[in-house]
Structure formats: C-alpha cells, structure tokens
C-alpha cells in the first residue's frame, strides 16, 4: 500500500500548460484504468476531475485533460488560470476493493 | 442531489475510540461500494478502508487494520467508522467517499470531520 509517486510542486503562468505526473506499479496504475485525479481547494473536500484515466465529469473544464501510459498516469492543465492554484492528487484502485493515493501536487499560478 | 454528510469528529485522548457517522443522500446507497479517507493537517490524502454495497464484505489499510471498522446501515444510508486505540498519528480530517465514479452518481466526498487525539 504505497502512495503513488507524484511531484511535489508544479508552476506555472497565466495561460501556460503543465503537466503533474503520478507513478505506481503492476499492481495499481499499471493495472487498472481506475485512475481518478482530485482538485483540492484550501479547507475544501477533493473533487474529481478525471476519471477512469482520462474521462471528464460533466461540468469539468475542458482546460483539463489526463492519460495513462503503463505505470503512469499524468495530468495536463492548459491555459492555466488564477482558479486552479490547488493540491491535485491521483488515485487509483490497486485491487480487492483497495484505493491507493499520490502524495499530492501543489500547483501554484504565477 | 447526491451529498454525504459525516459526523462525530471530536477531540479525544489517545488509546480512546470514536465513531464517525456518514449520511448519504440523493442515490440508491446500498448499490455502491463506500469508503473512508483522511487527510492529517496539512498532508496528503490516504485512504483507510472501503465496504462493500451490501455490508459483506470490508478491507481496511494496514495502518488501521485490527483497530478500526468499517460498517453500514442501508436501511438508514449510513456508514460508519468505528476506530479504537487511537494514536496521535490518526489525527486527520476523515472524510467518506465514493472512490468509484460512474455517470449516475460521480463521486461524492463529504465535507469531512476533524478527528484530534491528544496524547
């Protein structure tokens, strides 16, 4: 049960693109298309904004966007707003009805 | 509208135990997997354990596993965190979640509830 492997900080200007990455295993990410990514606003609870890897809920951004390559899922944020200075974490199942998290990102908008 | 709603955070003395409550609403709760997931102050996510739709089955991260349990009560759409032997380390904001998204429901966080325990 460890915590996928993401940075630890990202940044980035008004407009610009980044992108936050988030390593597991065989037995998560590589696994499963299960994988989920989070905003989180300070004193707020996550709220999706991806998932099954590369799926947009309804009402998300299209700014948003997400893939997975093996053990490897990652994050792309384009046309950066002063709104999306937030922690994002990744999420995937890792089996037998477990989830397993990132550490989190901060992203911070310049 | 689909919401989750925890309770009974509180302050309490290490060795102690405690139980979180979570209402849900807005979907046909037995159909769906629950779990619970904390956040200590200023850390990341990390999730603690998950029931399955029906209650039968329950699985819990190694840091909580033999000290907490998870339960539920589909005729009331509640679910439950019963936790003992509280250590300092379990100080988090917990919140209840469903982890699996589909189109009908999302996934849905509660606001989550503070847990303090002082040692």
């Known amino acids: 049960q460890s915590a996928l492997t993401q940075p630890a900080s990202v940044s980035g200007s008004p407009g610009q693109s980044i992108t936050i990455s988030c390593t597991g295993t065989?037995?998560?990410?590589?696994?499963?298309?299960?994988v989920s990514w989070y905003q989180q606003h300070p004193g707020k609870a996550p709220k999706v904004i991806i998932y099954?890897?590369?799926k947009r809920p309804s009402g998300v951004s299209d700014r948003f966007s997400a893939s997975k390559s093996g053990n490897t899922a990652s994050l792309t944020i384009s046309g950066l707003q002063a709104e999306d200075e937030a922690d994002y974490y990744c999420?995937?199942?890792?089996?037998?009805?477990?989830?397993?998290f990132g550490g989190g990102t901060k992203l911070t908008v310049l | 509208e689909v919401q989750l709603v925890e309770s009974g955070g509180d302050l309490v003395q290490s060795g102690r135990s405690l139980r979180l409550s979570c209402a849900a609403s807005?979907?046909?709760?037995?159909?769906?997997?629950m779990n619970w997931v904390r956040q200590a102050p200023g850390k990341g996510l990390e999730w603690v354990s998950s029931?399955?739709?029906?209650?039968?089955?329950?699985i819990y991260a190694d840091s909580v596993k033999g000290r907490f349990t998870i339960s539920r009560d589909n005729s009331k759409n509640m679910v439950y965190l019963q936790m003992s032997g509280l250590r300092a380390e379990d100080t988090a904001t917990y919140y209840c979640?469903?982890?699996?998204?589909?189109?009908?429901?999302?996934?849905?966080w509660g606001q989550g509830t503070l847990v303090t325990v002082s040692s």
């Open positions: 979640a469903k982890l699996y998204f589909d189109n009908l429901t999302g996934s849905p």
């Open positions: 029931i399955s739709g029906s209650g039968g089955t329950s």
């Open positions: 065989n037995s998560d990410v590589g696994s499963y298309n299960l």
């Open positions: 807005g979907f046909t709760f037995k159909n769906y997997a």
């Open positions: 999420c995937s199942y890792a089996g037998s009805t477990t989830w397993v």
């Open positions: 099954e890897a590369s």
